[in-house]
């Protein structure tokens, strides 16, 4: 089984709410990404868990906060978000966040459209 | 710093038929992996197909096989017997340690009926 699950699949926000992304993979997998994806764009790293530890940030503003309670499941809490932040959200995994080990192959979620009035 | 590109930013097929898509890459390690990813409108990224660039065969799974020449830099797909459903865009992707994936800008495949 190869599932990478995302909810909601789709989700409006105004600009003061707070709303958050959830990502569960059942896969053993240790490492897990966040990801943005613009219309017709290739998707954009945001975050990437390993061993439930935030291991890479790629300047990401703090509007966006990861969070990762447990090594199944991965949350991203949305806070004061801008209109340019609309975009497809996804979720990814893959088994061995090892620097060592490259290679490993991630699995993507169907990801969370999110509109942002 | 990884770079990928995809020159083709769509292609056009029609059904039946074989279609190749183009991907280069520059990369300064070693020890790397190829992928290619497809994207259709359901917008789930489904991984392809798989190369690790030590290996000097070709990797192919059913209709899809990928045309890798390591001293070029070069990774294409080859789709063959293209069906209706093979519509997306598609993304080449290379990785490397750490296990942070570089994608190309993606090329949308067209199937004709």
């Known amino acids: 089984d190869t599932e990478v699950t995302q909810t909601p699949k789709h989700l409006v926000m105004g600009m003061t709410n707070k709303k958050s992304l959830k990502c569960e993979q059942h896969?053993?997998?240790?490492?897990m990404y966040w990801y943005k994806q613009k219309a017709k764009k290739p998707p954009e790293l945001m975050f990437v868990?390993?061993?439930?530890?935030?291991?890479i940030n790629e300047s990401v503003p703090s509007r966006f906060s990861p969070e990762c309670p447990n090594s199944s499941l991965l949350n991203l809490h949305l806070h004061a978000l801008q209109p340019e932040d609309s975009a497809l959200y996804l979720c990814?995994?893959?088994?061995?966040?090892?620097?060592?080990?490259?290679?490993?192959?991630?699995?993507f979620g169907p990801g969370t459209r999110l509109l942002v009035l | 710093a990884q770079t990928v590109t995809q020159s083709q930013p769509e292609m056009s097929v029609q059904e039946a038929e074989t279609v190749t898509l183009s991907c280069t890459y520059d990369?300064?390690?070693?020890?790397?992996?190829l992928f290619w990813y497809k994207q259709p409108p359901s917008r789930q990224m489904i991984l392809v197909i798989r190369?690790?660039?030590?290996?000097?065969q070709n990797a192919t799974e059913n209709r899809f096989s990928v045309n890798f020449q390591k001293a070029a830099k070069s990774f294409s797909l080859k789709i063959s017997d293209s069906q209706l459903g093979d519509a997306a865009m598609y993304f080449c992707?290379?990785?490397?340690?750490?296990?942070?994936?570089?994608f190309g800008g993606g090329t949308r495949l067209m199937v004709k009926p």
């Open positions: 990814a995994s893959s088994q061995d966040p090892s620097t060592v080990i490259t290679g490993e192959t991630q699995y």
């Open positions: 896969m053993g997998h240790r490492a």
């Open positions: 868990y390993s061993y439930e530890k935030l291991s």
């Open positions: 990369t300064s390690e070693s020890d790397y992996y």
């Open positions: 190369q690790e660039a030590y290996k000097q």
């Open positions: 992707a290379c990785n490397n340690a750490g296990n942070m994936l570089t």
